[in-house]
């Protein structure tokens, strides 16, 4: 009877829906803050993130299926035995994530953020010329399901959209235009707005230095919902301050969380949210990250391991398809 540990608040119906695929497993559900590292020494298999800390005492594990789209943390070497099957969670973030982004350029470009600053301080006051998405160049660097999901909504309310990737491949309908990460300096000047949806790699760390924000068009629009470290903070705050920049939407930061007395907060055009856009606040998210982890239980159990949604690439951190 195998072992199965759930760490994801899940309800009876989600229990009642992973129990019938794992029938004659034994279930049991904890809160990630409670597990203990009896519990992860006994479960084979663990649905939902578990501190990598703990994970050294899963001698019996066979299989982890995060929560999270994100696992660099658990591709460190000795976190996971060797054969250990790691999935994670991508295309459980799309939806809500790209519509974060749809949202937070708007508010930039429409100066949303300007217009409530002057609410509170009671002012009737015009803040001038905007722009638009229609008949802007925008920029996806990561085309994951955060990045695809956010270029097809751009790309229908008319923007013209090209795609960065890490490996070649053929070009999806959504973008006009798709390039790998060494031409990133050749359409970094075209774009009005760049988004950013990148894994922590070595490859992608500070990926936006101050030469490429420099290579950035005057007044263009930088996102960031990947990881903070893929931007210079540093640099961003000087590109920002000299009026490079026309704003800067940012879910993640580097460092995170952002110290209360750190310069980013009050650089100019700048709008933070602390690392929300994704979690559970959207229910559809939390749905879709059972699904995936009831399709990847039922495959694992039938030993159909190449068939699992997510597989995870120690060696890249990347999901394998």
Not at 132 to 139: A, D, E, F, K
Not at 208 to 214: P, Q
Request: with cysteine.
């Amino acid at each position: 009877m195998k072992k199965i540990m759930v760490t994801i608040p899940v309800e009876d119906r989600h229990k009642e829906y992973l129990e019938k695929i794992g029938a004659g497993c034994e279930f049991y559900y904890v809160s990630p803050s409670d597990v203990t590292e009896e519990e992860v020494r006994e479960a084979e298999i663990i649905i939902g993130n578990v501190s990598p800390r703990l994970l050294k005492n899963g001698k019996n594990l066979k299989w982890l299926q995060l929560n999270s789209a994100g696992s660099d943390n658990y591709c460190k070497p000795g976190v996971l035995n060797s054969g250990t099957v790691l999935t994670n969670a991508t295309g459980a973030y799309g939806l809500a994530i790209s519509e974060y982004l749809v949202g937070m350029t708007f508010m930039l470009q429409k100066k949303f953020y300007q217009y409530y600053e002057n609410q509170l301080e009671h002012q009737w006051k015009d803040q001038g010329k905007v722009t638009s998405i229609w008949g802007s160049t925008v920029l996806i660097v990561g085309l994951g399901d955060i990045g695809g999901e956010f270029a097809r909504r751009m790309k229908s309310l008319g923007a013209y959209t090209i795609g960065i990737r890490r490996t070649p491949g053929d070009k999806p309908d959504y973008l006009d235009e798709l390039y790998t990460a060494e031409h990133l300096d050749e359409v970094l000047p075209r774009a009005d707005i760049v988004s950013l949806s990148l894994p922590n790699s070595a490859a992608t760390c500070h990926m936006m230095d101050e030469r490429r924000l420099r290579l950035m068009k005057q007044g263009a629009f930088l996102l960031n919902v990947g990881r903070g470290n893929a931007i210079d903070t540093d640099a961003l705050c000087r590109a920002l301050k000299e009026g490079h920049l026309g704003g800067c939407g940012a879910d993640v930061t580097d460092p995170e969380p952002l110290p209360a007395d750190h310069p980013l907060w009050d650089a100019p055009r700048m709008v933070i949210t602390p690392h929300i856009s994704g979690q559970y606040h959207l229910p559809e998210t939390f749905e879709r990250i059972v699904r995936i982890a009831g399709e990847n239980l039922e495959k694992f159990l039938a030993g159909r391991i190449d068939e699992m949604k997510n597989l995870v690439d120690f060696e890249t951190g990347y999901r394998k398809r």
